[in-house]
């Protein structure tokens, strides 16, 4: 019925797929909808609609509803929850700067999907161009929390879609840099969700807002979204100032004089902005630390210009030490350059364990002389020691075996003599007896002692 080979390992080259052999191959779907059958032999598989997918190994065997079929080298299923998640990079360098390989995972079923880019599709007579796509297409169930994971830094404008008639995804995108990104949802740029104050961040997604709902979640650096079938995602870089400042606030403190939305207005009217153009990205102890944003004005025909005016205001604002903070600050940077340094405070400092100092020993050399005063020799003290210990071993032995000799002739001895002073009475007695009867002279009585 259907054969789906394995992408063969010569693929794997420089003119064709770098690393390892292009994926796409192993990531088809195939559907089947009011299917009918005929003739014979019939396939196992007689259901009207059903799905073939290509043998993967941590894809293919995490779904639902499949069984695999040796003779596909394949799987059989009837799972309407499987389609396909297409992603491609829009940056200039889109052809030259590889990032694969690229990483699809999903916690919940152990589902796990090495992605290759698209092999190379420029031809120059008889020569590739080595121009490889940064496209990626990956099967999976359209259901869940996926994670995609970069080997190199990720493209900056990104395109998403899910392929599936059914289905909603929520996807999370590690970065590796802090950065300032939007989300647009079939042309539509979406909010963010609103701060979470237990979290110190933006809101967890809920899928309720569908398609483009999205957050970002500074400090771990992470973009995440929910995807429906069709609904094309498009992720934009902001020009921002990515800022931070650390003050000595508690995290009561800050909430209980306004939290995020004042912070945002008190450092707004200070430099001069709208509040809009504020943008908090996490807050978290050590003691108080807020990370933000700040874009430029929408209407702004320069934003370039723009921004390099607020952050030239936003740094003599922090090193004046004014109050719109609402605490002295400890510490402060723009752009990843201090501002305010705090000498005291460096949280990624890891403590140094003092080593204990190692005293070695020289070891005291061993001899043995002879003299004409006599005999001597040098021993080390464990040396001497150990044969201190075997003489008198040797001595418990010696005495041990002599006491024991001693004891047992003594035994002997005192056992003989009693047996021989036993055998002297008993004859005297009879000598006397015989004596008596006139039987034996007293002259002839004689006794032998051993």
């Known amino acids: ?23 796409a191959p192993s990531n088809v779907i195939f559907k089947f909808t009011q299917t009918k059958f005929s003739g014979m032999p019939q396939p196992f598989i007689r259901d009207r609609t059903f799905q073939i997918v290509p043998d993967l190994a941590g894809v293919s065997d995490t779904y639902a509803d499949c069984e695999y079929v040796e003779s596909w080298n394949a799987w059989g299923c009837t799972n309407a929850n499987l389609g396909q998640l297409m992603f491609i990079g829009d940056d200039p360098d889109w052809e030259d700067r590889n990032v694969a390989p690229v990483w699809l995972t999903k916690e919940e079923t152990g589902y796990s999907n090495k992605l290759n880019h698209q092999m190379d599709h420029v031809w120059d007579g008889f020569y590739t161009g080595k121009l490889h796509k940064q496209q990626y297409t990956a099967q999976l169930e359209t259901f869940g929390n996926y994670t ?6 990720p493209f900056k404008l990104m395109r998403y879609e899910l392929r599936a008639e059914t289905g909603i995804i929520k996807l999370k995108v590690h970065y590796w840099n802090a950065g300032s990104y939007e989300v647009y949802a079939n042309g539509q740029r979406m909010d963010p969700t609103p701060w979470d104050k237990e979290a110190g961040s933006a809101a967890e997604l809920t899928g309720y807002r569908g398609c483009g709902e999205n957050r970002y979640v500074g400090v771990q650096n992470f973009l995440e979204f929910m995807m429906t079938p069709y609904c094309l995602i498009e992720i934009k870089p902001v020009d921002a100032i990515l800022s931070n400042v650390r003050m000595s606030w508690t995290m009561d403190e800050f909430y209980a004089s306004g939290g995020v939305t004042s912070f945002a207005d008190r450092v707004a009217g200070a430099l001069g902005i709208h509040a809009s153009q504020m943008k908090i990205v996490a807050v978290y102890e050590g003691s108080l630390v807020v990370d933000y944003e700040i874009q430029p004005d929408s209407s702004s025909s320069n ?7 607020i952050e030239t205001n936003l740094n003599t604002l922090v090193a004046s030490g004014d109050s719109s903070f609402g605490a002295p600050v400890l510490s402060a940077s723009t752009n990843g350059e201090a501002v305010v340094e705090d000498p005291t405070y460096n949280p990624a400092a890891k403590p140094v364990i003092e080593a204990t100092p190692v005293v070695v ?5 061993e001899t043995l002389s ?13 040396a001497r020691n150990s044969l201190i210990g075997i003489l008198v071993v040797l001595v418990l032995i010696v005495g041990g075996c002599f006491g024991c000799g001693t004891m047992v002739i003594c035994f002997y001895s005192i056992t003989k003599a009693s047996q021989q002073i036993s055998d002297v009475q008993k004859q005297h007695a009879k000598n006397q007896e015989l004596k008596k009867n006139g039987q034996v002279n007293a002259s002839e009585s ?3 002692i051993d």
């Open 1 to 23: 019925m259907a054969y789906i080979m394995d992408p063969p390992e010569r693929w794997n080259n420089v003119d064709d797929c770098i690393g390892f052999p292009c994926t």
């Open 446 to 448: 004689q006794i032998d």
């Open 148 to 153: 995609v994971e970069y080997t190199s830094t």
């Open 361 to 365: 020993k020289e070891e005291e050399t």
């Open 370 to 382: 002879i003299s004409d005063e006599g005999l001597y020799i040098n021993l080390s003290a464990p």
């Open 303 to 309: 934003s370039a210009a723009e921004l390099r005016a």
